[in-house]
């Protein structure tokens, strides 16, 4: 069966960073994209990135561009989220997703999602 | 980016009663491939989100038939036949055919 699963739960000083993992197993790492999706407390889900697994290729949202590094690691199947320049407006669980076939990033994403890393940061 | 607009925000819901949540996007979601790659997720509390219907109308593969999607171009519609204690969370529509992707605010469903 497919899983995405995360690393722990993260709390962090203003200005460090934070590096979160998915690891995916249950269906070819290479075929699919992985999407990074943040949920503030209380608040909705937002788009922040995506990596083609197979080719290493990203992109990301205005908003995390600069500040925010997407990366694979296919020998262990797991793609990587490191964020740098924490603010408290960071505080949020942070999840990955499966996004479509490696055809094309557009697609029917969000199949399956990691269940969810909490990153604090605070003083 | 694609605005994603949902309605309502708040859905009070009698069991057993049937509920609609409405989406609409700025900009229309057929891609290139004449696909609309318009998703609904529903999110319980404290869980991760679980997508229910892809490219507009799809169910996936467990979600049960009392949940459907319709729609096209920029207006789209998850309803749900008669809701049960189960469907309580909330309800987000994501547009999936230009990057950024995009979710609406989330509709709270709740019984009443």
């Known amino acids: 069966q497919v899983q995405l699963v995360q690393s722990g739960a993260e709390v962090k000083e203003p200005g460090a960073s934070v590096k979160v993992s998915c690891q995916a197993s249950?269906?070819?790492?290479?075929?699919?994209?992985i999407h990074w999706v943040r949920q503030a407390p209380g608040q909705g889900l937002e788009c922040m990135g995506w990596?083609?697994?197979?080719?290493?290729?990203?992109n990301y949202a205005q908003k995390f561009q600069g500040r925010v590094t997407l990366t694979r690691d296919t020998s262990i199947t797991t793609a990587y989220m490191d964020m740098s320049g924490l603010t408290s407006d960071d505080t949020a669980v942070y999840f990955c997703m499966r996004g479509s076939h490696r055809v094309s990033v557009a697609g029917p994403v969000g199949d399956y999602w990691g269940q969810g890393t909490l990153v604090s940061v605070s003083s | 980016d694609v605005l994603m607009t949902q309605s309502p925000l708040s859905l009070p819901v009698t069991l057993g009663q049937p509920a609609s949540i409405s989406c609409r996007s700025s900009q229309s979601l057929v891609f290139g491939d004449g696909n609309t790659y318009l998703n609904w997720f529903q999110q319980r509390p404290g869980q991760s989100p679980r997508r229910l219907i892809y490219k507009v109308s799809n169910r996936d593969s467990g979600v049960p038939d009392r949940f459907s999607g319709s729609g096209s171009g920029t207006d789209f519609t998850l309803k749900i036949s008669r809701v049960e204690a189960e469907d309580v969370g909330i309800y987000y529509c994501m547009q999936g055919t230009q990057w950024p992707f995009t979710f609406g605010q989330g509709t709270r469903l709740e019984i009443k």
């Open positions: 249950g269906y070819t790492f290479t075929d699919f994209y």
């Open positions: 990596v083609n697994p197979n080719t290493g290729g990203t």
